[in-house]
């Protein structure tokens, strides 16, 4: 399996406090099954996450999970907040992007709209793809409808394992769109060893399974999402 969505490079957003920490989110993955973990620390204002610095922070982790034995690999990624997309050169979007295609996109708060369909086709003009993260924490009564716009205009969208395995409202909701079509990749979100969601898959890729949702495809899109070569007939416009 692979977590396209994960806080776990050490001291560098608000994910994992440090290395002994991001060694025992990677140990969470090894034990659940997962192969790959995306690192996708926060790319926003808020967080003063240096994107030239990510390949040797990438590399530090990658060796001390290897030195623990721990079968997993780091790839390079980030989460993108969707306020500062236009700031972002081509070069800072590639080093960031997921396979260095896909762009994991965090809406900005509250209800999704036109804004984010705007900002999946402005990453598209720019021959990027988008990964539309955690929709479950966005509501509201249109909701569907901007998700099926984005996927409409070429986006993926990212929902968060553990809302799916925590019961309730949301979860079958959830559930719906993933038996609908509108979610395609899973995400752990996960942020520390201490608290919070774990680096988890198997459960939620279980549940969705059991409704009939296209497990084997999703599985098949994170793979595509870090391995499928960047379409180098795509012209900036």
Do not use: N
């Not at 396209?4 to 034990?31: F, K, N, S, T, W």
């Not at 996109?105 to 709209?113: D, F, K, N, T, V």
């Amino acid at each position: 399996m692979i977590d396209l969505h994960c806080h776990v490079l050490p001291a560098i957003d608000d994910g994992a406090r440090d290395m002994d920490d991001a060694l025992a989110m990677a140990r969470q993955a090894e034990a659940d099954g997962i192969a790959v973990i995306c690192a996708t620390p926060h790319i926003r204002r808020d967080h003063d996450v240096r994107i030239h610095e990510l390949d040797g922070r990438i590399a530090e982790l990658q060796t001390a999970i290897d030195a623990a034995g721990i079968a997993v690999r780091i790839e390079r990624g980030g989460e993108v907040a969707e306020p500062i997309l236009e700031s972002l050169t081509d070069d800072e979007l590639r080093t960031v992007a997921l396979g260095g295609r896909w762009v994991l996109l965090e809406p900005a708060a509250g209800p999704i709209g036109e804004d984010l369909v705007t900002g999946v086709a402005h990453l598209h003009e720019r021959c990027f793809g988008a990964v539309v993260a955690h929709p479950e924490r966005h509501a509201a009564s249109d909701l569907e409808d901007w998700l099926a716009q984005a996927v409409a205009a070429g986006a993926l969208v990212q929902a968060t394992a553990a809302a799916l395995t925590g019961g309730g409202d949301g979860a079958a909701w959830l559930t719906r769109l993933a038996q609908d079509g509108l979610i395609h990749v899973l995400g752990s979100d996960a942020h520390s060893s201490h608290i919070g969601r774990r680096v988890e898959l198997s459960a939620a890729y279980a549940q969705l399974d059991a409704a009939g949702a296209d497990t084997a495809g999703m599985r098949a899109a994170a793979e595509a999402v870090i391995t499928e070569p960047k379409d180098e007939t795509c012209v900036r416009l």
